[in-house]
């Protein structure tokens, strides 16, 4: 049997402020699954460009374009920007 209050749950010391944070984190998992199915859509896209680059003789990893990227997340997040980029490479061209 779970006894465990809203505020338990949160670590939260108000009711209200439990109730605040229960609604948030409706919105956070809710925001995780998007994220989630869009680095799934980037890894389908992703994968389509490493095919047609091999398949015509190419090599899996294009560095110079991986350091553009690494410069977009770093620009927009700074620096744990480069480290999630560094993250969504290796699902999407696997560790190098
Ligand atoms: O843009 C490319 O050329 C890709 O292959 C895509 C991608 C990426 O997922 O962003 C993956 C591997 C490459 O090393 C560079 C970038």
Do not use: F, W
């Not at 090599?59 to 999630?84: C, F, I, Q, W």
Request: charged share 30%.
């Amino acid at each position: 049997m779970s006894t465990a209050t809203p505020t338990d749950k949160t670590g939260a010391r108000t009711e209200e402020a439990a109730g605040l944070i229960t609604g948030a984190r409706d919105r956070i998992d809710a925001l995780d699954d998007r994220i989630i199915g869009l680095v799934q859509e980037r890894m389908a896209v992703s994968a389509v460009i490493q095919e047609a680059r091999i398949t015509s003789g190419g090599r899996r990893v294009n560095l110079s374009r991986e350091m553009e990227v690494l410069g977009h997340y770093r620009d927009a997040l700074g620096k744990p920007g480069t480290a999630l980029a560094m993250t969504l490479l290796e699902l999407c061209r696997g560790r190098v």
